[in-house]
């Protein structure tokens, strides 16, 4: 266990130089892209092989307990971001708002206790890594949509309008955010999907309205209300951003809070 | 033209006036049940009434039907009168798979049935369900289902942490030939649309030949409660079919059956004793003893265990299945056809 950890730690801290770079070189007007590329890989890397060594030493994924869903989506949430920071070069400069924002969660899971969990039976299925897998598929669609709405609002708001002036216009930004959200509208509905044939095999029943089905609902109906609103309304692209902060605000609730202040979260572990 | 065609002329032509605007003031309502502001109205309102759902036990129902009634309503005046459903057929396909989905889902509410069972190693279910629930349309045939079980076995981790659930069944098909399976954590028993699942409710029981005074003799057993579970509340009052007293039985046992510090596995303990209290009379009984108990004598034939069943009926599964295939594949499709006009990085 203390080989995983101390390996975690090493990606931890090379996610933090890579966003502490993109940060201060946006300030100083720099350009760093290819080290901060480096680095989030670099993280991504290390981070995997801890939770290979940890799915090596007890037999089953990262899944169970509050440390590890909270490790296997920093890890999948990491490497979204690191395809579009790939692929989309243009909006590079977007690292500056969306690393910080990965430092709350990598805060939240070093004070999270490594501790083991029980993996109930009814997790023994390939649904298991079917629901979760399209799950992060979509929160990953979103944090990229987030973190070019972050940029979109701080430039209205006259912050770093400068700074982010390597980024293209609003009308752009907006335009991916959006597409970013239609990618995570089908991967969310997938994993609705997914999810209820799995709660049908293991539970008897593909819908119960448990808290975590409630909310992973309501957060699909925000994903649906923020693209049809774009649609028919023309929003601004101001307004358009701001819907989906809330979004990404429900559908980091719906992952992270409601496992962990509900017991019965997915009845599954009994 | 004479004066009666004139008169038959005014008529129909005011007939065609008429009806011309009965359709318009049909479309326009149509139109404006359409309202994309009336949809993201109807969201919030769904959301909201989820909400309430979820916080009140009382209010399960309307607060979640009524907005989806009203957005069905919505969507299927816009697919009737928005061009962009004319323009882009993934997008109809998509949003009429969503109404089919509704449908469905209304459907299998109707006809639904759950419920539960314990069914005693070696007994046959005869299609009596110890509780249940179902839509007022439900005209399954629950009572022609026969199953029998024949066994199970559950491994336990350190800390009694249960692991993979295997129980064998046999299985009576329409054709009247009995068939063998394994079902378990993942995987129902289906009979006539009926699903079976195993449960973590399973225990013990002991199975009691009654043999009434003059009448005829028959078997069956007494499901105790759950174990582990409730391993210190080993007791149950029972009432011989016939009898007119009732018997309370407790399993009395003197082992550690699961050893929560070990790997272990379920299974029936070795050394015990049922008590039986009849009245003021208490007994215990080894397997093939008997008491009598007022007008016919009762033999304990031994312990067996028995298996919790979760009953599950909705024939509407596959449709549902399909109807959400179609929706993401034809939701897939429109942003497809929607993005590759231009590129991502562009
Ligand atoms: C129930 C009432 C609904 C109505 C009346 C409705 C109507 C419409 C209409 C007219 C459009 C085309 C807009 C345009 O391109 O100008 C549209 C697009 C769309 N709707 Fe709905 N819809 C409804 C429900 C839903 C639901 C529940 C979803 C679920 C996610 C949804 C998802 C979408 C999507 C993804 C688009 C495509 C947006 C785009 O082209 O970029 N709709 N809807």
């Known amino acids: 266990m203390e080989t995983e950890l101390q390996i975690l730690w090493a990606a931890v801290v090379a996610y933090v130089v890579g966003g502490t770079l993109a940060v201060v070189t946006l300030v100083l007007g720099k350009r760093r892209e290819r080290t901060i590329l480096g680095l989030i890989a670099c993280g991504l890397g290390l981070q995997t092989l801890s939770i290979a060594l940890r799915w090596e030493r007890l037999g089953h994924g990262p899944f169970i307990t509050m440390f590890e869903i909270l490790c296997s989506n920093v890890w999948s949430l990491m490497l979204a971001y690191l395809i579009a920071y790939w692929r989309i070069p243009r909006i590079r400069g977007s690292a500056a708002v ?44 979103v944090l990229v949509a987030v973190g070019l709405s972050c940029v979109i609002l701080l430039r209205r708001a006259g912050i770093g309008v400068s700074r982010f002036q390597q980024l293209p216009p609003d009308r752009q930004l907006d335009e991916l955010a959006f597409r970013c959200m239609a990618i995570g509208l089908i991967f969310h509905t997938l994993m609705l999907i997914a999810g209820a044939i799995w709660a049908q095999d293991a539970w008897g029943r593909y819908w119960a309205w448990d808290p975590l089905e409630t909310w992973a609902f309501i957060t699909w109906l925000t994903v649906a209300f923020t693209l049809h609103a774009r649609v028919t309304f023309r929003v601004s692209p101001q307004a358009h951003a701001t819907m989906i902060l809330m979004v990404f605000v429900t559908a980091f609730l719906t992952f992270f809070g409601v496992p962990f202040i509900s017991q019965a979260a997915h009845q599954g572990a009994i | 033209m004479n004066r009666k065609d004139v008169a038959t002329g005014a008529a129909s032509g005011g007939i065609t006036i008429n009806l011309a605007d009965k359709y318009r003031a049909v479309v326009g309502l149509m139109r404006r ?12 309102l769904l959301a909201c009434g989820i909400v309430i759902a979820y916080q009140l036990s009382e209010a ?121 399976a394994e079902i378990g954590d993942q995987e129902a028993l289906i009979i006539e649309g009926y699903r ?151």
């Open chain 2, 196 to 346: 079976f699942y195993t449960t973590h409710n399973k225990g013990f029981a002991p199975v009691f030949t009654w043999k009434p005074d003059g009448g005829p003799t028959v078997q069956g057993s007494v499901q105790l409660p759950p174990f582990p579970m409730l391993q210190y509340s080993q007791a149950a009052e029972w009432t011989p079919p016939g009898a007119t007293v009732s018997i309370w039985i407790m399993l009395d046992i003197d082992e550690v059956v699961l050893d929560a510090e070990d790997h272990t596995r379920f299974r029936l303990p070795k050394n015990y004793k049922l008590v039986a209290r009849i009245g003021q009379e208490r007994y215990e009984m080894q397997p093939g003893g008997s008491v009598r108990v007022g007008d016919g004598v009762l033999v304990f034939e031994g312990l067996r265990s028995w298996m919790g069943y979760k009953v599950f009926y909705d024939w509407t599964l596959p449709w549902l299945f399909s109807a959400c295939a179609l929706a993401v594949a034809s939701l897939a499709c429109h942003f497809w056809q929607k993005f590759s006009v231009r590129r991502w990085d562009e």
């Open chain 1, 98 to 141: 969306v690393m910080p924002l990965m430092f709350i969660m990598l805060g939240w899971l070093m004070l999270a206790h490594p501790g083991e969990g029980h993996f109930p039976p009814t997790y023994t299925t390939p649904w298991l890594f079917i629901h979760i897998g399209l799950g992060k598929v979509f929160l990953g669609a």
């Open chain 2, 60 to 180: 399960r129902t309307w607060p979640v039907v009524i907005p989806l009634l009203l957005l069905a309503a919505n969507l299927v005046a816009a697919v009737a009168t928005n061009a962009v459903f004319r323009r882009q057929t993934a997008l109809l396909v998509f949003h009429l798979s969503l109404v089919a989905l509704l449908i469905l889902v209304a459907a299998g509410r109707l006809t639904y049935l759950t419920g539960h069972v314990g069914v005693t190693d070696g007994a046959i279910f005869d299609g009596t369900l110890i509780d249940a629930a179902h839509g007022p349309w439900h005209n399954g045939n629950l009572a022609s289902v026969r199953f029998i079980s024949k066994g199970f076995s559950i491994d336990y981790e350190p800390g009694l942490h249960r692991g993979p659930t295997r129980n064998q069944v046999a299985w009576l098909g329409t054709d009247g030939r009995w068939r063998d």
């Open chain 2, 33 to 44: 049940l359409a309202s994309l502001r009336l949809t993201l109205i109807l969201f919030a």
